[in-house]
């Protein structure tokens, strides 16, 4: 059995739609923080495939990959740091709650 | 004739009312009393002057070699130009009439001024507050009422004619805490505004067809030969009537537009003579001080409607039917006057009403005056009475200003049998009431009969119309008379002092008037002043039957007023009790007050403002505000849609680009 | 640039502006405000004599001291400044009730802001007058509407919020009418083949609207205008917003704002577009004729002082688009006059409201009474007000009101006579019956307000005007007998303007 691109791309997909899912349902800053890395790993996850079987003699897609988990990396510490600080303010991280700055 | 008499006689009121009026509450009492009163002398002796020139002096401007009198314009300036022809401009406008006016104005004016110096304080000879302003004001009075008379032009007359409208409001309002005369004054300003309206749509309509507010224009023919100089005749009316019945539109609502201008004209005259149905002010007017009433309500301002309707008199001719009208009001007006000054207890309101019904006769004698009829006869009756009533009405409410002010009251009630008290004003004061009443050989006689002639002339019934009118004057004349001076002895009431005659500066105009009124009759008016300017020899057209008859007819009166009055007797309260009815309607001047409240207040006030007031703020505003509101609440309606919650915009965004996904491929399909 | 004489009365403003910015006392302001309106006043005198001595020596350029820099090329926008009779007679009073008002508010609170914004608002006011190009005339009309806004809003009194935002945004949805209307004026400025002008005598001068773009444009650029002359229905910001503003901007509102609209539609929308002018007349006709009376009847029922004069301003300045659209010499010279005369007695009324009101501290006129007895002054001023208002000879109103008068009615009988309807002529005998309304509502007041008892026995301690209360309102009540004494001076003023080609542009 040869293992192609979909075998990859299916999983991708199934982790982004949960990605999707969470973080369209959760009210939890952490788990939408959670799901959006979901997403972000599937879309790594595609772009190393789609690299490696479409443009087996480049490596763009890799280095993207690598620089989207960097940049994932600062992205949650940045999150995790507003949302510390927010659950010290309101404490509370409900999303729905969060809604003293509106208007 | 020189400018410089004409200029001061109108420049020195001016100048006095706003010289005392800015420097008057910085200077004593006397010394602005003694001021405003010796410019009215000058005037006065300015006045007389310019009058006897133009009467006597015989120049050829004045006169022609047919003893015709002719209009002199002395100066005629600018104003406001509107368009080519029609221009407002302020002139001087000597002809037997306006002469006579500045005659009538400055003697009753002279003499208000020099009785209100003794008037105007009280028992101490305390001066009364305002009396500063009260010269200033009388000072534009005069101003007005002489710029008015000399008036070249009828917009110059409406200026003045507005002019003295404010000083009259300023007068009667002159003590203006007490909250009658502030509403007495605000409903002479307002009723004769109402008139004037009419005024003023009879000058824009006749004006528009005549193409001139010049009297001169309308009126007369200039002369040949010489500058500002006309001749009264009816060719030129006759070419005003031409222009009005050639132009495009000469008849309105089934009248000609000539005679509508004339009769909104006369409305004005109506408002400010106090006709019936416009008379509702006169009476509340007697909250000014009395001489006040004597200059302004009595003598002066109420007939400058009477003067109005003479001026514009060959205009009237070319249209009967508003002289029929005229002599409809005034009829009217006359008997009505009459009936309710017979019940009055306020002495002034007796003779407020005694002047809107010798008006009235006034109004008649113009409005039955024609020219195939004694030559116009009642015109030159109308000015003669305007003259002999000035003078005997001016001295009876200046004789009441010195019972009222003796007394302290204005009702009879508090007065009678005063003969022996204030001889002087007894005497003056019968006097004043035999000329009203038509005894010969006082003033009122020969001009009263003047007015019963050429209503003969016009028909018998105004004739028996007008001698009933005359017959009640004499009556409640003298019954006003014997009230104040007869009936019982009077009674001082604890405390005060018994009433005496007041210092010379009030007996002296009363004097000079009873004078005047003893012997005004026998001045030779119609030498003076007839509608055409031809000497009238009036002696001519004396017709003895009427005069004999008016004469009984007044002997009558008063021989019953002193069965009734002379002394304390329970005839009039049966004569009351036979007719309450009729008492009742003529004490409460058949309601006309009551009647206008409601129209004011009921309808205008609450069916008309009120609504409209709310019609804006509920409506208008309201609408304007409805769109504010809506905005904020669509604004309102769609903020969720805004709501910063990043899963919603998923959610919107994911349905979206399914949507769209859905679209799309339904269209490839 | 600076040869020109009329820029002035925009560097003059702006210098005060600048003067106000960098004072730090209140006396340093004042002197500045008073020293700048007192240098406009003198500019505007000096001007309306060289401008009578320039149409005695026989210039009959429809407009004169005509001059015009470019400002921004691919539109052809310019600042073009021109001035005619009526310009210079809208200077003058708008410089006079600037000194007034400065007067009239001496002891603001925030004095430096205050005379920022106001200064700011009158440099609008001025540049819109000295405009002959409808872009800069926009520009300025805006700079004057916008600083109500913080007058209002800031120094007002009751529901002051309210009214200054009520009074923006309905002054703003004018505007944006008006907007409309002058870019169409614009784009179809000039016939093919020349280069669109924003330039007013050039526009008159090509008169290449076309009609079915007349009757388009001509009711935007009326109604923009209109609505800041209070024409019915457009109205109510009046009576909301004076009642909330602070004296000097009552009298800056009422006295000069109002006035550019009756100006504007004058100058834009008539003058530009004639044939429209006399097709649609009827429309606006019907408005300003029913506000003449209507703001008269409304005024009759009002207690508080402001509302009644607001409505009492709604009347005149009816009369003024009224006359204006009777496309005739002597209605339009009655227009402009009657702009002067209410122009200035207005400001003296609400000068004296606002004094009144500063010692009382209410305006309900059922919550006064006898104040003839307290403050003798400020009465007799009020009572000279109200003749000038009620149309007394020898005051402004009377000379303004009947040359309105005489002229409607001549447009309306030549219209009657003609065949062609007697709208204008019912709507004359209509607008004649002001008079008589507005005696009411005047006497009403100074019956209640000023003569009878007094009605509240605290308001005895009342000290009269001060000394520059005094100055404020005598110099008004000068201006105003002025005009009503020497009326033909101004109205000879106003008809230079009416030099022959403007005849021909109206088709009069």
């Known amino acids: 059995m040869e293992i192609t691109a979909v075998y990859y791309l299916i999983p991708a997909l199934i982790m982004f739609c949960c990605g999707v899912y969470g973080f369209i349902t959760r009210k939890n800053m952490i788990a939408m923080l959670i799901s959006l890395e979901l997403m972000l790993n599937a879309v790594d996850i595609n772009f190393v495939v789609f690299n490696r079987f479409l443009y087996p003699e480049q490596m763009e897609g890799m280095f993207f990959t690598l620089f989207a988990i960097a940049i994932a990396a600062a992205e949650t510490a940045l999150a995790i740091a507003i949302i510390i600080n927010i659950f010290r303010a309101a404490k509370n991280i409900d999303v729905r709650s969060l809604n003293e700055m509106k208007f | 004739m020189e400018m410089t008499i004409p200029v001061l006689i109108l420049a020195i009121p001016l100048f006095m009312f706003l010289f005392l009026g800015l420097l008057g509450m910085k200077m004593s009492h006397k010394l602005a009393g003694t001021l405003g009163t010796l410019g009215m002398g000058t005037i006065l002796v300015l006045s007389y002057y310019t009058a006897f020139q133009y009467f006597f002096s015989g120049a050829p401007e004045f006169i022609n070699a047919a003893g015709e009198r002719l209009q002199y314009l002395v100066f005629d300036q600018t104003w406001l130009q509107f368009t080519e022809k029609l221009v407002i401009k302020v002139g001087f406008f000597l002809d037997p009439i306006s002469a006579m006016m500045l005659v009538v104005i400055t003697t009753i004016s002279f003499m208000v001024h020099l009785y209100s110096m003794g008037y105007m304080r009280d028992h101490h000879g305390v001066y009364e507050h305002g009396f500063q302003r009260f010269y200033a004001f009388l000072s534009l009075f005069s101003f007005s009422m002489l710029g008015l008379v000399v008036a070249p032009n009828i917009f110059q007359t409406y200026i003045f004619w507005e002019l003295v409208g404010a000083s009259s409001y300023l007068l009667i309002g002159f003590y203006y805490t007490k909250p009658s005369a502030v509403s007495a004054s605000k409903k002479a300003f307002i009723v004769t505004r109402f008139a004037d309206l009419g005024f003023l749509i009879g000058i824009l309509v006749l004006s528009y067809y005549g193409g001139t507010f010049n009297f001169a224009e309308l009126t007369s023919a200039p002369v040949e030969g010489l500058a500002g100089v006309s001749q009264v005749s009816l060719g030129t009316a006759e070419g005003i009537k031409a222009m009005f019945t050639n132009s495009a539109a000469p008849v309105f609502m089934g009248a000609s537009v000539l005679t509508w201008a004339l009769v909104l004209i006369f409305m004005g005259c109506m408002g400010k003579s106090a006709m019936m149905p416009l008379h509702i002010w006169l009476p509340d007017a007697m909250e000014g001080p009395t001489p006040v009433s004597a200059l302004i309500h009595a003598a002066t301002m109420v007939v400058a409607g009477v003067y109005l309707v003479a001026r514009l008199f060959p205009l009237y001719l070319m249209e009967t039917a508003a002289l029929d009208i005229i002599t409809v009001v005034g009829a009217l007006t ?12 306020d002495i002034k309101r007796v003779l407020a009403f005694s002047t809107i019904s010798q008006i009235a006769f006034m109004m008649v004698s113009l409005g039955v005056a024609r020219p195939e009829f004694h030559e116009g006869l009642g015109y030159m009756a109308s000015m003669f009475h305007l003259f002999t009533h000035a003078m005997f009405k001016a001295l009876l409410f200046l004789g009441a200003g010195a ?58 019934v105004a004739y028996l119309w007008m001698s009933l009118v005359a017959g009640m004057t004499a009556f409640y004349m003298f019954r006003l008379y014997y009230l104040i001076f007869w009936w019982k002895e009077h009674e001082t009431p604890e405390g005060h002092h018994a009433p005496h005659d007041q210092p010379w500066t009030m007996s002296l105009p009363l004097i000079f008037l009873a004078a005047v009124s003893c012997v005004a009759g026998f001045i030779p008016f119609g030498e003076l002043v007839s509608w055409n300017g031809h000497p009238y020899d009036f002696m001519a057209h004396f017709d003895w039957s009427v005069a004999a008859v008016s004469l009984c007819v007044a002997v009558a009166a008063i021989v019953l007023a002193t069965v009734m009055y002379r002394k304390e007797n329970p005839l009039p309260s049966k004569m009351r009790n036979a007719l309450p009815a009729l008492w009742t309607w003529c004490y409460h001047r058949f309601y006309w007050d009551e009647l206008y409240m409601f129209i004011t207040h009921s309808i205008i006030f609450r069916s008309v403002c009120r609504p409209l007031a709310w019609f804006d703020r509920h409506i208008i505003d309201g609408t304007m505000d409805a769109f504010a509101t809506v905005t904020n609440k669509v604004s309102e309606a769609i903020k969720p849609l805004q709501s910063g919650q990043i899963q919603m915009y998923v959610w919107y965004y994911l349905i979206g680009a399914l949507a769209l996904g859905v679209v799309t491929i339904l269209c490839l399909l | 640039m600076f040869s020109n004489i009329l820029i002035y009365f925009v560097i003059i403003p702006l210098l005060m502006l600048a003067g106000t910015g960098l004072c730090r006392g209140v006396r340093g302001i004042r002197a500045v405000a008073v020293t700048g309106s007192i240098a406009l006043i003198a500019l505007s005198v000096y001007l309306l004599v060289d401008y009578i001595g320039l149409r005695a020596a026989g210039d009959s350029a429809p407009m004169l001291y005509t001059d015009s820099w470019m400002w921004f090329e691919p539109l052809n926008i310019h600042l073009a400044v021109g001035v005619d ?25 925030q004095p430096k802001e205050f005379f920022l ?28 509407l916008i600083p109500m806004y913080l007058l209002i809003g800031v120094w007002g009194s009751g529901r002051k919020n309210y009214s200054a935002m009520k009074l923006t945004l309905m002054l703003m949805g004018g505007s944006a009418f008006l907007m409309l209307g002058l870019i169409g004026i614009y784009y179809h400025s000039a016939p093919a083949g020349h280069e669109l002008t924003w330039n007013l005598l050039e526009i008159a001068a090509y008169d290449a609207v076309p009609h079915g773009w007349q009757s388009f444009l001509f009711p935007m650029t009326f109604v923009g205008f209109g609505v800041l002359g209070a024409m019915f229905p457009f109205h109510t910001w009046s009576p909301d917003g004076h009642a909330s503003a602070p004296t000097a901007v009552s009298m800056l509102h009422a006295g000069v704002l109002m006035k ?32 003449v009376v209507y703001g008269a009847f409304c005024a009759c029922v009002k207690t508080d002082l402001k509302y009644i004069n607001a409505y009492s301003s709604v009347s005149h300045c009816g009369l003024v688009l009224f ?22 007695m207005t400001a003296l009324f609400f000068a004296l409201i606002g004094m009144i009101y500063g010692r009382t501290h209410t305006r309900e006129i059922t919550q006064m009474g006898g104040m003839m007895q307290i403050l003798p002054y400020l009465s007799v001023c009020y009572v000279i007000a109200g003749f000038a208002s009620l149309g007394l000879p020898g005051l402004s109103g009377f000379v303004a009101e009947m040359t309105i008068f005489v002229g409607s009615f001549q447009a309306g009988m030549a219209d009657y006579l003609g065949g062609e309807g007697s709208l204008r002529l019912v709507f004359t005998i209509i607008a004649c019956c002001s008079i008589v309304i507005t005696a009411v509502y005047i006497l009403r007041v100074v019956g209640k307000l000023l003569l ?14 001060t000394w520059w209360e005094r100055l404020s309102t005598a110099t008004l009540i000068i201006a105003v007998a002025a005009i009503g004494c020497f009326p033909n001076f101004f109205s000879n003023l106003i008809k230079t303007t009416f030099t022959p080609e403007i005849f021909t542009v109206l088709g009069m």
């Open chain 3, 117 to 144: 914004w106001l200064i700011l608002l009158s440099t609008g006011v001025f540049g819109f007058f000295i405009s002959i190009d409808l872009f800069t005339m926009f520009m300025f009309y805006e700079v004057a």
């Open chain 3, 85 to 109: 009779g009526i310009s210079i007679a809208m200077l003058l009073l708008s410089s006079i009730i600037l000194f007034t008002g400065s007067f009239a508010s001496w002891n603001i609170p």
């Open chain 3, 452 to 465: 009878g008892p007094v009605y509240d026995d605290h308001h005895r301690s009342l000290t009269d005007a």
């Open chain 3, 260 to 291: 550019l609209g009756g100006y504007g539609c004058f100058r834009v929308a008539i003058y530009l577009m004639p044939w429209a002018a006399q097709e649609l007349a009827w429309i606006f006709l019907i408005l300003t004729g029913t506000s």
């Open chain 3, 323 to 344: 006359a204006i659209l009777m496309l005739n010499t002597t209605a339009m010279t009655g227009a402009i006059m009657q702009m002067l005369s209410h122009g200035l």
């Open chain 2, 334 to 345: 006359a008997f009505y006057a009459a009936m309710v000054a017979c019940v009055q207890v």
């Open chain 2, 403 to 460: 019972l009222i002010h003796a007394i302290g009251s204005n009702d009879y009630t508090a007065m009678h049998g005063l003969r022996k008290y204030m001889p002087i004003t007894h005497w003056t004061f019968l006097i004043g009431c035999l000329a009203i009443a038509g005894i010969i050989p006082f003033s009122g006689f020969f001009s009263k009969d003047e007015i019963l002639s050429s209503c003969l002339g016009y028909s018998w």
